[in-house]
């Protein structure tokens, strides 16, 4: 069985793809452009606003892995069309392709719609998904972290110099990218304790991580001991608008983001929790943050 994938350059899409590889599975994935170190995959060519690559990808596969989205913009009107008509677009390859099979990764801040426009689409989209049809399974990832990720390491080289700026005072569920990834393969196969469900999965951690207990455990990954002081809502508001003028469409700490940011329980619930019998985070996120330092290292991120 191939199964198809939207996001495959991406942050979490390329852990799919390594886990892909280990395991064997015949993958085809979706990229704006095709990567050349990756032969074992049926790359198309294309994005979610093309829906005859869409198509393509979605033709004959067993299952579709929707993973593409926008995460961050200083556009918030931009979520809408990549996250809400892109999804759509998915369902639509899905019906004309006869795949019945929808995993969608989702995001925590789909719980609080209100806070960002960001969480609203998300939401938008996972309502698209339930009213689609199809044999869907939705899952909810807390803060994502691992090789590769952009957003987590500005904390990491913040801690290079000994501080970690928080949001106020909170706690969060974390994952490692390649428990994510494991996850979302193990969802494949259909059953009736999965089907039609919505999981929050996190490392195994129950409670999560207060913000300042993440703070300080990246500062130990980097070997610092740093200052975390937690940052009320009008200094990331203004750190926002200064990191825009600064890195303009490329800044990381956008108003949107401010919003969810500063909400105090972004929490996996334990009533969302992923069956057991089915999936265990295996990697314990002290370990998984001091094995993202050395990453960043060896690669010279910083």
Same mark, same amino acid.
């Given at each position: ?17 390594? /886990? ?6 015949? #993958? $085809?994935?979706? &990229?704006?452009?095709? %990567?050349? =170190?990756?032969?074992?995959? @049926? ?87 339930? /009213? ?6 939705? #899952? $909810?990832?807390? &803060?994502?972290?691992? %090789?590769? =990720?952009?957003?987590?390491? @500005? ?99 956008? &108003? ?47």
């Amino acid at each position: 069985m191939t199964i198809a994938i939207t996001g495959g350059t991406g942050f979490v899409g390329q852990a799919v793809l390594d /886990a892909a590889k280990q395991q064997g599975v015949k #993958v $085809r994935a979706l &990229a704006r452009k095709v %990567p050349d =170190d990756r032969p074992e995959v @049926e790359w198309v060519q294309g994005d979610l606003a093309n829906q005859a690559a869409l198509e393509q990808l979605a033709a004959g596969a067993g299952a579709m892995i929707h993973i593409a989205g926008l995460t961050n913009t200083p556009d918030p009107g931009e979520f809408e069309e990549a996250n809400v008509a892109g999804t759509q677009a998915v369902i639509d390859a899905c019906k004309a392709g006869q795949v019945k099979r929808l995993i969608f990764v989702s995001s925590l801040s789909a719980r609080k719609p209100e806070l960002s426009r960001y969480g609203a689409s998300k939401l938008a989209a996972e309502k698209l998904v339930e /009213a689609s049809g199809a044999d869907w399974t939705i #899952v $909810r990832p807390p &803060a994502v972290y691992g %090789p590769r =990720d952009n957003d987590m390491f @500005e904390l990491f080289n913040s801690a290079r110099f000994g501080v970690v700026p928080l949001p106020p005072g909170g706690a969060t569920s974390l994952i490692h990218v390649d428990d994510l990834a494991e996850l979302l393969l193990a969802l494949v196969p259909s059953s009736p304790k999965i089907r039609r469900k919505l999981f929050e999965p996190h490392d195994g951690r129950v409670g999560g991580w207060s913000h300042k207990e993440m703070g300080k455990a990246i500062g130990e990954a980097m070997g610092r001991r740093v200052f975390a002081p937690h940052l009320p809502k009008f200094v990331l508001s203004s750190a926002a608008k200064a990191d825009r003028l600064l890195r303009r469409d490329k800044a990381k700490l956008t &108003a949107d983001r401010v919003g969810y940011m500063c909400h105090p329980n972004w929490v996996a619930r334990t009533d969302r929790a992923v069956p057991k019998d089915l999936w265990k985070p295996k990697i314990p996120s002290r370990e998984g943050l001091n094995e993202t330092a050395q990453w960043y290292r060896a690669q010279g991120w910083f």
